[in-house]
């Protein structure tokens, strides 16, 4: 292959052209972390610019450190780059790897370390053609080799090739090194999603049954070995524990696998509405029926009909659903004809249902026809070493959701498992949700995760907000005897003992009395009244906000 550049070009105002040549090869780099396409076209310009020609780098093999290959060329054929390969310390090229020092042929045909791999004498120019050779250094050891050819009849002397070959070795080991990162990152975000994958596959999977604790593992084998039946399932268990999860899971492994399941919300839907959703109505049955619709029972016909928060059900609908699976009939609001169903049922709740029973809110006969296999599911809390798998799962799933590149900080698994998560999967859900979206640097931290388990805790430990009729009245501040307080009478006197506490509130919500009175489980107005009684509203405090 002809030089593609004369000596007059390239040695007339040498300066200048290194100076465009660095500058259009770190454009190159910074654009593109592609090294397939970003080194070549920086060899490309070595040999436009500088007349250094064959640029080659060459790497070890990912097989054998020992081996090197031409792995990124320019102004080579492609058997020519297969036929460059050396073993360490062989030739030129293995040699400068051995010893990370750079190397000059003076003239190929006289030294007998050049072993004319790669090209062919005949290819080369007639005139004396030079090699040079300098290792591409990462943290003082090669790891690469950085080669090219030059016409020694040149004015241009070998040291400024020299100097100008290591910083674009610099350059490319930069590159080769941000790429083995990504190749790194990448590896173990795909083993650490193929670890999620298969524990969900092990453990409930399409579903998102996810965990590997003993605890879960029992309610999961046993919410399997009760599928095959058409037994009315009652599952029990705190908020945010995963129930509608499980039942999908016991429905996908039941016979009735492939017809609906349908679920509803006892305690979503007002009670005046829910008869009509659950059982469907009839045209004219109320103002705006202006058709007939079926209802979640009959949409549910030969599959699963999970009733969620069954504890919220109101006495006339408990009654009903008692004849639903007495008699496997239907009535539709405003009708007088039974519609005969095949449903399984799934029932869930928070609620001690029992208690509900002594306490005359649930009827005892309905009781029993739920309570016909009772599975209860595991608390977060109790299920060691869930919480770290859950979190990675969420941090991975809002991460692609958010559009971002977000790690898990040092010390933020430990503080996850060490807390008590009363809100349970939902709460870890959102509180890795809130986390990516707040994070300031490239990873969560343990201080980010301590902030929001601290404002976690405060809602936890308010409770709800006093109703709206109670407004005029101040509400006790949270505290051991709050909820005494509320049970004997509707507030509380002021004391100034309550002065830290208010004034804690507002420091956190940066003076917003709004946020404050809601942070306190008070309406504004209460903590007006508050603040009034404690003197507190001074004009020094102007800049509290509402």
Known sequence: MAELMTTEQTDHDAPNQEALLLSEAASLLSRSLDPDTNIPAVLRLLSQLVGLNRGRVVLPDDSDDCCLRIRYAYGLRPEERA??????????????????????????????????????????????????????????????????????????????????LRILAAMIGQTLRIQALIRQHTAWLEDRNQS????????GGQHGVLGESPMLREALDEAIQIAGSDATVMLLGES????????????????????????????????????????GHERGAFTGAVRGRAGKVEMAQGGTLFLDEIGDLGLELQAKLLRLLQERTVQRVGGDRDIPVDIRVITATHQDLQVAVNEGRFRLDLFYRLNVIPL????????????????????????HQHTRNLNIGAGVLNRLQSYPWPGNIRQLENVLERAVLTARGHAISAEEIEHILHEESLIAERGKPAP???????????????????????????????????????????GNKTEAARLLGMSPRQLYYRLDKLGLRTPNQGNWSD
């Open 376 to 399: 209860r599911l595991p608390a977060l809390r109790e299920r060691t070493g869930d919480v770290v798998l859950l979190a990675r799962h969420f941090l991975d799933r809002f991460n």
């Open 240 to 279: 945010g524990t995963g129930k509608e999860k499980f039942a999908r899971l016991i429905h996908t492994h039941s016979g009735r696998h492939e017809k609906p399941f349908i679920c509803i919300n006892c305690a979503a839907i007002p009670a005046q509405l829910l008869e009509a959703e659950l059982f």
């Open 196 to 203: 999620l994958r298969s524990a969900l596959q092990r453990h």
């Open 468 to 510: 709206p009729d109670e407004a005029l009245s101040p509400a006790p501040l949270p505290g051991p005897t709050a909820s005494a307080a509320m049970a004997g009478r509707p507030y509380q006197r002021v004391s100034e003992t309550d002065v830290d506490r208010v004034m804690a509130a507002l420091r956190q919500c940066r």
């Open 83 to 164: 036929r460059g390969t050396y073993r360490l310390g062989e030739g030129i090229t293995g040699r400068v790897m051995q010893s990370a020092g750079p190397c000059i042929v003076q003239d190929v045909d006289s030294d007998a370390d050049y072993l004319f791999r790669a090209v062919d004498r005949p290819t080369l120019p007639d005139e004396t053609v030079c090699f040079i050779a300098v290792p591409i250094m990462l943290d003082g050891t090669a790891m690469g080799v950085l080669g090219c050819h030059r016409l020694r009849n040149r004015p241009r002397p070998f040291e400024a090739d020299i100097h100008l």
